[in-house]
């Protein structure tokens, strides 16, 4: 079965560091690009770091950048997150979605929550 999980997340105090896994299994995470999303309690998604399949092109969304970096182990195949300097505004379900670069299909994961105190 093809799925991606995440996990790392928890509870940390504003400028702690954590580090989010997205695990793939049924897939190789090197035919697809991979995001990190993030999903406040209003239910607003905002896209926080995306990776292509071999890594080339990075982006982060201006909220995290700096601070967030997303890293790819295709040969363990999972798609980590290392996030530091956490605020409570970066509290948040986080959430991996795989997308192939060429024949697949989407996958997205449940999300891992993170929550961040003063």
């Known amino acids: 079965q093809e799925r991606v999980v995440e996990c790392g997340g928890g509870s940390v105090h504003s400028g702690g560091s954590l580090r989010l896994s997205c695990l793939a299994s049924?897939?190789?995470?090197?035919?697809?690009?991979v995001n990190w999303y993030r999903e406040f309690p209003s239910k607003e998604r905002q896209m926080i770091a995306s990776?292509?399949?071999?890594?080339?092109?990075?982006r982060y969304a201006d909220s995290v950048k700096d601070r967030f970096r997303i890293e790819r182990d295709d040969e363990n195949n999972v798609v980590y997150l290392q996030m530091t300097k956490l605020s409570p505004e970066d509290t948040a379900l986080y959430i991996c979605?795989?997308?192939?670069?060429?024949?697949?299909?989407?996958?997205w994961g449940r999300g891992t929550q993170v929550t961040v105190s003063p």
């Open positions: 990776i292509s399949n071999l890594g080339g092109n990075i």
């Open positions: 979605h795989a997308t192939p670069a060429s024949q697949g299909v989407d996958h």
């Open positions: 049924g897939f190789l995470t090197r035919r697809y690009h």
